[in-house]
Protein backbone atom coordinates (compact mmCIF):
# COMPACT_ATOMS: atom_id res chain seq x y z
CA UNK A 1 0.00 0.00 0.00
CA UNK A 2 1.45 3.57 -0.71
CA UNK A 3 1.50 6.01 1.95
CA UNK A 4 0.99 9.44 1.09
CA UNK A 5 2.59 12.39 3.53
CA UNK A 6 1.01 15.55 3.98
CA UNK A 7 1.72 18.47 6.02
CA UNK A 8 -0.56 21.03 7.44
CA UNK A 9 -1.70 23.10 10.17
CA UNK A 10 -4.78 24.73 12.11
CA UNK A 11 -4.41 27.93 11.16
CA UNK A 12 -5.92 30.52 13.91
CA UNK A 13 -5.94 34.16 15.28
CA UNK A 14 -7.15 35.14 18.49
CA UNK A 15 -10.43 37.45 19.22
CA UNK A 16 -11.34 38.32 22.53
CA UNK A 17 -8.66 36.08 23.81
CA UNK A 18 -10.19 32.95 22.04
CA UNK A 19 -9.32 31.05 19.07
CA UNK A 20 -10.89 31.56 15.97
CA UNK A 21 -9.82 28.94 13.06
CA UNK A 22 -9.65 28.82 9.22
CA UNK A 23 -11.84 25.95 7.73
CA UNK A 24 -11.46 25.59 4.09
CA UNK A 25 -14.03 23.92 1.29
CA UNK A 26 -12.54 21.90 -1.40
CA UNK A 27 -13.12 23.35 -4.66
CA UNK A 28 -13.36 19.34 -5.82
CA UNK A 29 -16.05 18.16 -3.19
CA UNK A 30 -18.01 18.98 0.01
CA UNK A 31 -15.03 18.89 2.25
CA UNK A 32 -14.27 20.93 5.06
CA UNK A 33 -10.61 21.27 6.76
CA UNK A 34 -7.44 22.75 7.14
CA UNK A 35 -5.05 23.94 4.70
CA UNK A 36 -2.66 21.19 3.81
CA UNK A 37 -0.96 19.44 0.74
CA UNK A 38 1.43 16.57 -0.04
CA UNK A 39 5.41 16.96 0.93
CA UNK A 40 7.16 18.13 -2.25
CA UNK A 41 10.99 16.77 -2.86
CA UNK A 42 13.13 17.45 0.45
CA UNK A 43 10.61 19.67 1.97
CA UNK A 44 9.91 19.02 5.97
CA UNK A 45 6.83 18.72 7.00
CA UNK A 46 6.96 22.26 8.19
CA UNK A 47 8.08 23.54 4.84
CA UNK A 48 5.06 21.64 3.07
CA UNK A 49 2.71 23.16 5.62
CA UNK A 50 4.12 26.73 5.59
CA UNK A 51 3.98 26.47 1.10
CA UNK A 52 0.21 24.91 1.14
CA UNK A 53 -1.08 27.96 3.73
CA UNK A 54 0.63 30.34 1.17
CA UNK A 55 -0.72 28.72 -2.07
CA UNK A 56 -4.16 28.22 -0.54
CA UNK A 57 -4.76 30.95 1.53
CA UNK A 58 -2.11 33.89 0.47
CA UNK A 59 -1.36 34.02 3.88
CA UNK A 60 2.44 33.71 4.94
CA UNK A 61 2.41 31.75 7.84
CA UNK A 62 4.95 30.48 10.42
CA UNK A 63 4.21 27.24 11.59
CA UNK A 64 4.21 26.12 15.97
CA UNK A 65 6.25 23.42 15.81
CA UNK A 66 5.98 22.64 19.56
CA UNK A 67 2.45 20.84 19.08
CA UNK A 68 1.35 18.47 16.00
CA UNK A 69 -1.15 15.76 15.63
CA UNK A 70 -1.42 13.14 13.34
CA UNK A 71 -4.54 12.46 11.17
CA UNK A 72 -5.00 9.19 9.08
CA UNK A 73 -6.98 7.63 6.58
CA UNK A 74 -7.51 5.20 3.83
CA UNK A 75 -8.27 7.07 0.82
CA UNK A 76 -10.42 5.85 -2.33
CA UNK A 77 -7.88 5.03 -4.57
CA UNK A 78 -6.04 2.23 -1.91
CA UNK A 79 -3.62 4.45 -0.78
CA UNK A 80 -3.09 5.75 2.65
CA UNK A 81 -2.87 9.26 3.85
CA UNK A 82 -1.01 10.44 7.13
CA UNK A 83 -1.28 14.32 7.52
CA UNK A 84 1.02 15.87 10.34
CA UNK A 85 -1.15 18.95 11.73
CA UNK A 86 1.09 22.00 13.24
CA UNK A 87 -0.58 25.16 14.47
CA UNK A 88 0.07 28.74 12.67
CA UNK A 89 -1.30 31.69 14.83
CA UNK A 90 -2.13 34.73 12.22
CA UNK A 91 -2.70 38.19 13.13
CA UNK A 92 -5.18 39.08 10.15
CA UNK A 93 -8.21 37.40 8.40
CA UNK A 94 -7.35 37.96 5.13
CA UNK A 95 -7.61 35.05 2.84
CA UNK A 96 -7.49 35.38 -0.82
CA UNK A 97 -8.34 31.80 -2.03
CA UNK A 98 -6.76 29.35 -4.57
CA UNK A 99 -9.97 28.94 -6.90
CA UNK A 100 -8.22 25.36 -8.17
CA UNK A 101 -8.36 24.35 -5.22
CA UNK A 102 -10.61 26.29 -2.86
CA UNK A 103 -13.87 27.09 -3.26
CA UNK A 104 -14.48 28.80 0.35
CA UNK A 105 -13.29 29.84 3.51
CA UNK A 106 -14.82 30.68 6.97
CA UNK A 107 -12.90 31.87 10.04
CA UNK A 108 -15.03 30.14 12.97
CA UNK A 109 -14.73 29.49 16.60
CA UNK A 110 -14.02 26.20 17.99
CA UNK A 111 -18.01 25.23 18.28
CA UNK A 112 -19.07 26.42 14.77
CA UNK A 113 -15.64 25.22 13.54
CA UNK A 114 -16.69 21.77 14.99
CA UNK A 115 -20.09 21.60 12.81
CA UNK A 116 -18.66 23.09 9.96
CA UNK A 117 -15.61 20.30 9.70
CA UNK A 118 -16.77 17.26 7.15
CA UNK A 119 -14.74 14.48 8.72
CA UNK A 120 -14.58 12.65 12.56
CA UNK A 121 -10.86 12.50 12.68
CA UNK A 122 -11.05 16.12 11.84
CA UNK A 123 -13.29 17.25 14.30
CA UNK A 124 -10.72 14.95 16.55
CA UNK A 125 -7.73 17.10 15.34
CA UNK A 126 -9.65 20.21 16.19
CA UNK A 127 -10.52 18.57 19.82
CA UNK A 128 -6.87 18.26 20.57
CA UNK A 129 -5.95 21.68 18.73
CA UNK A 130 -8.24 23.71 20.54
CA UNK A 131 -7.40 22.28 24.19
CA UNK A 132 -3.34 23.20 23.59
CA UNK A 133 -4.27 26.52 22.25
CA UNK A 134 -6.78 27.33 25.11
CA UNK A 135 -4.80 25.99 27.48
CA UNK A 136 -1.71 28.14 25.97
CA UNK A 137 -3.52 31.40 25.80
CA UNK A 138 -4.26 30.71 29.54
Known amino acids: MTTEIDGGAIVYRVVDN ?11 SDFWGFPKGHVEGNETLEEAAVREIKEETGIDAQIDTTFSIDAEYDMKN ?3 KVITFYTSEVNSDKVTLQPEEISDYVWAPYEEARNVITYDNLKQVLDKTNQYIVEKLG
Open 18 to 28: QPVYLLEKSAT
Open 78 to 80: GHH
